[in-house]
């Protein structure tokens, strides 16, 4: 198949997904053209069936907002009509599934056919969607996708719930290449440790945009709790609105030494398996890939008990749940855990099963290949 992407594609997790599908999609044989405004970080430009559309945006002194949408619009249809593109596959419904509807109906009245595909990934519908002043045009990019899928149940019950679609929802849900994220050998697992922590010490992760819905300040309140009881190291990979909040407070709490803020990260895979835990106290998550991509390194997550995050984790089995705000429980069930070596192996290691068995890229690949041949054979019969 000749498969169009469009992501956000700086850092976050929707453009994650979609950039490792495309990745994936291209390595099963299927030619995958990128059209965004800006190159997915996850890509270095020369993956073999990769190609790449950068969406120029005009600045003409008139647009004091520039119609990002109309010119990725364009994007789309110009590209799916020189590439003979099958199908298009936006992630994010806002505007990407505004912006495919009006490329399909451009290219209709060329009479080339351009069924596209929408991925709700999470603030799309909890957040933006469900901003009156979005709603109705979010619920209209979703109605007339030819197909929709959800990262997760949660989502997609809350979408058909809050915004009652007539369009079916399907779920695929998120997954990780288990081949690259992957507990590294112990060798190479020391070595990397000791750039961030002596011998003995623990070291917790966190990873995210450090949007406010990701509550980055508790993990450093958490980290606080836990570094008190025992050596421990923090790892904060990321950036965004609350970074200077979170090292405001690691700096009031004089724990500043302890934490490295390593900023913006293109390749994680090799960072996640250094940690022994990964903390996501969010407000909320619509699927948490986070978690996932370190459970697949044997690394168990602590996270709060929203959205999505109860789907892949079971409190207890394959990591810890609790409710939003409880830092005290959070740290507690951290230092407990990487006090009791048998009852941390046995986590971890159910955390790396978890994502082997339910979520391994080829498990959900093929989930999405068949989901677009039947969305093609759908619109072909009618
Ligand atoms: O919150 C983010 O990290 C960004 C956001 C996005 O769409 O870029 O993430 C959402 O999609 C991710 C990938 O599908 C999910 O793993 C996150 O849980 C989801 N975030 C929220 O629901 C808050």
Redesign the pocket.
Request: glycine share 22%; net charge negative; no cysteine.
């Given at each position: 198949m000749k498969i169009g992407i469009t992501c956000?594609p700086t850092y976050?997790?929707?453009?994650?997904?979609a950039t490792e599908l495309g990745i994936e999609l291209a390595a099963a044989g299927h030619q995958v053209h990128f059209i965004t405004y800006s190159q997915p970080f996850r890509l270095t430009g020369r993956e073999h069936g990769i190609y790449y559309h950068e969406v120029p945006v005009s600045n003409y002194p008139l647009f004091e907002y520039p119609p990002y949408d109309l010119a990725l619009a364009t994007r789309l249809s110009e590209v799916a009509a020189y590439y003979k593109l099958d199908l298009l596959h936006v992630h994010?419904a806002i505007p990407h599934s505004i912006s495919a509807y009006l490329a399909r109906q451009m290219l209709a009245e060329r009479n080339h056919r351009l069924p596209f595909v929408t991925t709700l990934?999470?603030?799309?519908i909890?957040l933006v969607g469900m901003d009156h002043s979005y709603l109705p045009i979010t619920r209209f990019g979703i109605d007339q996708s030819d197909g929709v899928t959800a990262?997760s149940n949660y989502l997609r019950e809350k979408t058909v719930q809050e915004f009652r679609v007539k369009r079916e929802v399907e779920v695929i849900p998120?997954f990780v290449n288990c081949d690259v994220y992957t507990p590294l050998s112990d060798e190479a697992r020391r070595e990397g440790r000791a750039q961030f922590a002596q011998t003995g010490e623990k070291i917790l992760l966190h990873l995210?945009?450090f949007?406010p819905?990701k509550r980055a300040v508790d993990v450093v309140d958490i980290f606080a709790r836990v570094a008190q009881a025992i050596p421990a190291r923090l790892l904060l990979i990321g950036d965004g609105p609350d970074r200077s909040q979170a090292e405001w407070l690691a700096r009031r709490l004089k724990i500043q030494d302890r934490i490295h803020f390593l900023g913006k990260q293109a390749g994680v895979s090799d960072l996640l398996p250094l940690a022994d835990l990964m903390l996501m106290p969010?407000e909320?998550?619509?699927?948490?890939?986070a978690a996932l991509e370190s459970m697949a390194c044997c690394v168990p997550a602590i996270a709060t008990a929203v959205?999505g995050v109860p789907e892949l984790i079971e409190d207890g089995v394959n990591g810890r749940l609790f409710a939003i705000g409880d830092i005290d429980g959070m740290a507690q069930a951290a230092i407990e855990l990487l006090g009791d070596n048998a009852r941390y192996a046995a986590m971890a290691a159910a955390a790396r099963q978890t994502a082997q068995k339910r979520y391994c890229a080829s498990k959900i690949i093929p989930q999405y290949e068949a989901y677009y041949e039947r969305v093609l054979n759908r619109g072909a019969a009618s």
């Open positions: 956000y976050g997790g929707s453009g994650v997904v994010y990934h999470g603030t799309d909890t990262i998120n995210s945009n949007r819905v969010s909320l998550e619509s699927f948490g890939l959205g």
